[in-house]
């Protein structure tokens, strides 16, 4: 499987019945005083979209849900291994099963659940590119039917090297030769706006490739590799050791981490974490502009 995969190719693959499609849809809807901060977004699972229309053969996987820590006070926290290969398994999805993920909101929430199956071993997944936007652009197939696959046996086996913790980020920022990349707005980036997480700005040190300006509006697809490789040489990600991706709640980070995977770097880190946890210690170093 590669990383990321076609429309063209996922059609010509869905009869194929090692294959398992996931809907990784996820919105998140701000609240109605700009100023209110992150905690305020309201988290809105994509299953009703789902249940509407979707990809023949896709079931519905729910990151806001069964594929996230619950009881913390972070969003989105990955799960015990335990627990992502329970979901895993009712989803149909286990060893010897191949799998591709998508979305309707610009490939990052796809992202993050191919990031978490790589996290837990399992590689042998992509994601479409330009997700259910580009699918239906495109005018293929899509049905209501709901399909019932057998149960896996998914077979976990952590990565925590993919996985950086704040700790970790704090030790990138002190030794110089990993590159953090933020992958929120520009805007975000520099402080301007509401503080949606906390504290305005970045992480001390790190720099910007934004995950929403890798894709294309129109189509939901990925800019060109070689533009998207031009943009991380330029903030010097594509010559460093070692890259840890962060963003508000490791979503959009997750982007940043595949695109740099399908360019060929092998030594990258999403941080869990992210800015609603690193804003919110007053001790941890960020900066603006």
Not at 145 to 154: D, Q, R, V
Not at 270 to 283: C, F, N
Request: glycine residues 10%; negative net charge.
């Amino acid at each position: 499987m590669d990383s990321l995969v076609s429309t063209e190719w996922l059609a010509a693959q869905l009869a194929e019945a090692d294959l398992r499609v996931l809907d990784c849809t996820v919105f998140l809807r701000p609240p109605a005083d700009p100023t209110a901060g992150r905690a305020s977004y309201v988290q809105e699972s994509g299953r009703a979209d789902w249940e509407r229309a979707h990809i023949p053969g896709s079931v519905f996987a729910d990151l806001a849900g069964d594929l996230s820590e619950p009881g913390t006070r972070l969003p989105f926290t990955m799960p015990t291994a335990e627990r992502f290969a329970v979901a895993m398994e009712r989803l149909g999805v286990g060893d010897g099963t191949r799998v591709v993920c998508y979305d309707a909101n610009m490939n990052m929430w796809a992202a993050r659940v191919w990031w978490m199956l790589r996290a837990f071993g399992f590689d042998n997944a992509g994601v479409l590119d330009g997700g259910w936007k580009k699918w239906s652009l495109e005018g293929r197939p899509v049905t209501t039917e709901s399909p019932s696959w057998p149960s896996a046996a998914f077979t976990a086996k952590s990565r925590p090297e993919l996985i950086a913790s704040r700790e970790d980020v704090l030790a990138a920022v002190k030794d110089g030769a990993t590159c953090i990349v933020d992958a929120l707005t520009p805007t975000q980036y520099r402080g301007e706006g509401p503080a949606v997480y906390g504290r305005p700005g970045h992480i001390v040190s790190s720099v910007n490739v934004s995950a929403r300006d890798m894709v294309d509006r129109e189509t939901g697809a990925y800019l060109p590799l070689d533009v998207l490789r031009g943009r991380f040489a330029e903030v010097g990600a594509t010559g460093a050791g070692r890259v840890i991706t962060y963003c508000g709640g490791g979503i959009a980070a997750t982007s940043d981490a595949l695109v740099l995977t399908v360019l060929g770097h092998a030594n990258v880190a999403v941080y869990d974490g992210s800015l609603s946890e690193w804003a919110r210690d007053p001790s941890l170093p960020m900066e603006t502009a």
